[in-house]
């Protein structure tokens, strides 16, 4: 949804912190858990749709339906600079589906409409780069992060470069060239989604940003020699991307009671 700078500048007004203690450890947290200020880029690819379907953990989760028995993934690498926990580096791998038994798939149409259609994203793999990170996120928001070496590399001619990486060995790294002549301010409310413990853990938040417009789908992706690289490798993703996201002012809130806890 497009906003004014106003409505952009007043995104946390009215939120009120709580301390919420960690169940493992008893540390004490503050939710939401808010992202002041960060740096996002996203790559929307196509790939095998039947080949994703191998990879999803459930027939509830139904990815996208395109032409050619193809479908969506997206690689999404954010750069928290400013939270109301120590700053972090975040990379994810998702799949956009709907949930469902006996459920139509998504369409690329319902990819174009506001948050996403009412589409979620599953996580197939989340990476941080703290402990802290990790823990919160994985106790009190219900992903499965693990800790991965997270780079970002910026080339002079605009190129913002992703790296994951685990124990030295890459997973994959993902490329975005934002041109944008004209920008906007955006909101939305998306939905992520993480398989556990044999349940679905359904994660709905808020983010907004300072976007470029109809940039041109300028990228790339590559996975390496990791066995979860090896696993996303297979998926045949294709060579470039179909649509990039960009923004140098990027937040989002993250709160805990928005946390539906599905049985398939």
Known sequence: ????????????????????????????????LLGEKAVQMAAIFTASRPKVLDILPIGDFVPVLLPKERTLVAAVGIE????NIPPYN???????????KDISPPTLEDMLKPDLGGATLFIRHIAVDTRMAMLLGNEL??????????????????????????AGEEIFSFSVKPEASEFEYH??????????????YR?????????????????????????LGRILAGL??????????????????????NLEVIEP
């Open 1 to 32: 949804m497009k906003i004014s700078k106003e409505g952009f500048d007043r995104f946390f007004e009215g939120v009120e912190l709580r301390d919420v203690a960690l169940p493992s450890t008893g540390e004490v947290f503050q939710m939401p």
């Open 80 to 83: 928290y600079q400013k939270r």
């Open 90 to 100: 975040e990379v994810l791998f998702v799949v956009p589906t709907f949930i469902g």
């Open 141 to 166: 928001l219900g992903y499965a992060k693990f800790i991965g070496d997270i780079t970002f590399q910026d080339e002079p001619d605009g190129t913002r470069t992703c790296t994951l990486k685990d």
């Open 187 to 200: 909101r939305e409310t998306m939905a992520v989604a993480t398989y556990k413990n044999d349940k679905i």
């Open 203 to 227: 994660l709905s938040y808020r983010t907004q940003s300072r976007r470029g417009v109809d940039m041109p789908p300028r990228g790339t992706i590559e996975f390496g020699p990791h066995p």
């Open 236 to 257: 045949d993703v294709s060579a470039q991307p179909i649509m990039i996201l960009y923004s140098r002012e990027f937040q989002l809130i993250s709160d805990d009671r």
